[in-house]
T-cell receptor, first 113, second 113 residues
Framework: DGGITQSPKYLFRKEGQNVTLSCEQN?????MYWYRQDPGQGLRLIYY???????QKGDIAEGYSVSREKKESFPLTVTSAQKNPTAFYHC????????????FGEGSWLTVV | KQEVTQIPAALSVPEGENLVLNCSFT??????LQWFRQDPGKGLTSLLL?????REQTSGRLNASLDKSSGRSTLYIAASQPGDSATYLC????????????FGTGTSLTVIP
């Protein structure tokens, strides 16, 4: 079945450590996104990519990095510079054109220990 | 920057009641507007997508309307069921800004049996 796979579902990060969240899609979508959601809050855009080898910062990109070497993959690295990384992370993708809906993965919980 | 507001933040209704969720946005130059459902600890599931040229969309017991001129959208849920309990979010894309979605903070709905 087509969809978006995020892994791991739960991740624990120690202070000063970098961690990477995986996002893979087999929907042949050009655009991919990473959002952060804090408890009781809406989604905030971290990074998005419209094509391979290109990505743009969103509203809260500081402390995060991404790559887009393949169309189907858009991993997110949470670096030690992100001082408050505990949150729920959403990966999403969308085909081109205004009629195309955006699809989300199941999400990943990141907790600092 | 687009600001998206959802009122109320939380809503509790008895089973069988019809209800309306509200979404307002500050910039009316949108490409489309989308409603999502989020269950606790899960990713987002798309419910309805309304193009900017449309006034409403229907799926089963759900009906979403869009009034661009007033910057509002509503999600109508008929004959609510306990299984409808979830958080409902609206989001839109602005024309001319590429693929960036702007999300509201959501309405947490509880349907009491």
């Amino acid at each position: 079945d087509g969809g978006i796979t995020q892994s791991p579902k739960y991740l624990f990060r120690k202070e000063g450590q970098n961690v990477t969240l995986s996002c893979e899609q087999n929907l042949n979508h050009d655009a991919m996104y990473w959002y952060r959601q804090d408890p009781g809050q809406g989604l905030r855009l971290i990074y998005y990519s419209q094509i391979v080898n290109d990505f743009q910062k969103g509203d809260i990109a500081e402390g995060y990095s991404v790559s887009r070497e393949k169309k189907e993959s858009f991993p997110l690295t949470v670096t030690s510079a992100q001082k408050n990384p505990t949150a729920f992370y959403h990966c999403a993708s969308r085909g081109t054109g205004t009629k195309n809906t955006i699809y989300f993965g199941e999400g990943s919980w990141l907790t600092v220990v | 920057k687009q600001e998206v507001t959802q009122i109320p933040a939380a809503l509790s209704v008895p089973e069988g009641e019809n209800l309306v969720l509200n979404c307002s946005f500050t910039d009316s130059a949108i490409y489309n507007l989308q409603w999502f459902r989020q269950d606790p600890g899960k990713g987002l599931t798309s419910l309805l997508l309304i193009q900017s040229s449309q006034r409403e969309q229907t799926s089963g017991r759900l009906n979403a309307s869009l009034d661009k001129s007033s910057g509002r959208s509503t999600l109508y849920i008929a004959a609510s069921q306990p299984g409808d309990s979830a958080t409902y979010l609206c989001a839109n894309i602005l024309g001319g800004t590429g693929n960036q979605f702007y999300f509201g903070t959501g309405t947490s709905l509880t349907v009491i049996p």
